[in-house]
């Protein structure tokens, strides 16, 4: 995907041996520009845009840290504005918060986002009775998340069709 053939390399090099947690602004040359500590924590629109155009070439952020949707927001509306793209390399999925827009979105702004640790989803619990409130078919929740999210096991563990239910509604 990136024109430099020792792009992919160099930037894990580069995010993995980041023993001092500072993230990066990386351009064609490979070379990093180390970014102020907290920088995707604290940085304003205005700053966001001049590092952007301090830096022409760049096409990757490197990210010790937490990327908050704040950071994306105004990063995404940057690129967009210059019609340039950027890749950001998050060390490990955990530390990307995203509550309102999903990847596609900031995808279709010019934020490529990518992690060199994923998180491998093994299964999903859902509990369909809130306390005090409403409860949800447990079924027909479950067969609803099944459909909408291929591959990954659903299972509400205190209904009687899971194995060892029993012994967890006696044991409380």
């Known amino acids: 995907e990136d024109a430099h053939p020792d792009a992919g390399p160099r930037l894990r090099e580069l995010a993995a ?3 001092q947690g500072t993230s990066v602004l990386v351009g064609e040359d ?3 520009l180390a970014l102020p500590p907290r920088f ?5 629109a205005e700053q966001i845009a001049e590092l952007l155009d301090a830096n022409p070439t760049a096409g990757w952020l490197i990210v010790a840290g937490a990327l908050p949707e704040r950071f994306l927001r105004s990063l995404g509306h940057a690129l967009h504005k210059r019609r340039r793209e ?11 918060f995203l509550a309102q827009r999903g990847p596609a979105w900031y995808r279709r702004q010019g934020v490529r986002l990518h992690v060199l640790q994923p998180i491998e989803l093994q299964a ?5 009775v ?13 067969e609803l998340l099944t459909q909408a999210i291929a591959d990954v096991p659903i299972f509400d563990v205190l209904h009687g069709d899971y194995p060892g239910a029993s012994r967890a509604t006696t044991a409380v």
């Open 17 to 19: 041996t980041d023993a």
């Open 30 to 32: 490979l070379q990093p």
């Open 40 to 44: 995707f924590l604290s940085a304003e």
């Open 86 to 96: 950027l890749a950001l390399l998050v060390v490990d999925a955990t530390r990307v």
């Open 124 to 128: 999903i619990t859902v509990n369909p």
């Open 130 to 142: 809130a306390p005090q409130s409403h409860s949800f078919d447990s079924l027909e929740l479950r």
